[in-house]
């Protein structure tokens, strides 16, 4: 099993910045796929970014491409997603998942975590 712990939500203004973190700890593997999830209210939950624990085969759905990039810290065994150009459109509960097999549909994912707010002010 693998736990997740995601940080680093918060208020930002439209065109600001934010970085969020996933901790993850237990049986990580090169072969896990990390990705982003978001949700916001009344909507359901889509793929934001994603990569193998390895680094390799990221992907970004078209409405972050160009503003967010997802990278990893394998010392401190994180997935990072620095977003940038933020737009009140951004704003949901962001989730950090792991899976078998790079995928952008969220039933493809075993494992979650709690998810932070994030808001973009106009």
């Known amino acids: 099993q693998v736990q997740l712990v995601e940080s680093g939500g918060g208020l930002v203004q439209a065109g600001g910045s934010l970085t969020l973190s996933c901790a993850a700890s237990?049986?990580?593997?090169?072969?896990?796929?990390m990705g982003w999830f978001r949700q916001a209210p009344g909507k359901e939950r889509e793929f934001v970014a994603g990569?193998?624990?390895?680094?390799?085969?990221?992907s970004y759905a078209d409405s972050v491409k160009g503003r967010f990039t997802i990278s990893r810290d394998s010392a401190k065994y994180t997935v990072n997603l620095q977003m940038n150009s933020l737009k009140p459109e951004d704003t949901a509960v962001y989730y950090c998942a792991a899976g078998p097999v790079r995928a952008t549909i969220f039933s493809r994912y075993t494992n979650w975590g709690q998810g932070t707010q994030v808001t973009v002010s106009p």
């Open positions: 990569m193998y624990w390895s680094g390799a085969s990221t």
């Open positions: 237990g049986r990580t593997s090169s072969n896990n796929y």
